[in-house]
């Protein structure tokens, strides 16, 4: 059965310093989406992706944040400078429709 | 903006007790309903949806109904097993007011099922 992908499992980075965490969503999906869960907390939508461009992002994603699919297979979520409030499980998320969400193990980001 | 109130937890059952885990929501629209579980060290597994008011989501003998009068999205099962213990989210789903599909969770359910 297909399934989203993520790398790394774990990422652990000082503060200030960029990370990239990468998401290789199944092959037909359309629709790209990144949420994270500080720990203890709800999971929070960040950003969706659809047709090469954002469709909606939250207020947590501010300019600090961006996302691509560089390549047609691959989706990233970069965090240019990160602070310690970033420490997160992040999930990348893809959809053929707009009805079910197929989700990935998550990486685990923890800023120093 | 959306919402989705669930009982916070953690609930401890037996096994083979029978499961209730509260869900209700608020939305702009008219949402799809879903339940997420998260299994010690894993990501979101979709477990069961319902998209239309009075549609019942089935799944692994769990089952949630979409009750549109009361908003609620109870999830339930008649007799629950250890390999049951996960976090158990709901989460809604409103394209009205140009959402993109975007889920709003619910904090999670800790389920602790003993032996």
């Known amino acids: 059965e297909p399934e989203v992908t993520q790398t790394p499992s774990h990422q652990v980075t000082q503060m200030g310093q960029e990370v990239i965490l990468r998401c290789v969503p199944i092959?037909?999906?359309?629709?790209f989406y990144w949420y994270r869960q500080i720990l203890g907390q709800k999971v929070e939508f960040l950003v969706s992706?659809?047709?090469?461009?954002?469709?909606?992002k939250s207020e947590i994603f501010d300019d600090q944040f961006s996302v691509e699919r560089p390549d047609g297979s691959n989706f990233t979520l970069k965090i240019r400078s990160t602070k310690l409030e970033d420490s997160a499980m992040y999930f990348c998320a893809s959809s053929f429709s707009s009805y079910e969400q197929y989700f990935g193990p998550g990486t685990r980001l923890t800023v120093t | 903006g959306d919402s989705v109130t669930q009982m916070e937890g953690p609930v401890t059952l037996s096994e083979e007790a029978f499961l209730t885990i509260n869900c209700t929501y608020t939305?702009?629209?008219?949402?799809?309903l879903f339940w997420y579980v998260q299994y010690p060290g894993e990501g979101l597994q979709l477990l069961l949806k319902a998209t239309k008011a009075d549609d019942k989501g089935s799944n692994k003998g769990f089952e949630a109904t979409y009750r549109k009068e009361t908003t609620s999205f109870h999830l339930e099962k008649g007799s629950v097993q250890v390999s049951d213990s996960a976090v158990y989210f709901c989460a809604l789903s409103d394209r009205s007011g140009g959402s993109n599909y975007k889920l709003t969770f619910g904090k999670g359910t800790l389920l602790t099922v003993n032996p």
């Open positions: 992706f659809y047709n090469n461009e954002i469709s909606e």
């Open positions: 939305a702009t629209g008219y949402p799809s």
């Open positions: 092959s037909n999906h359309l629709y």
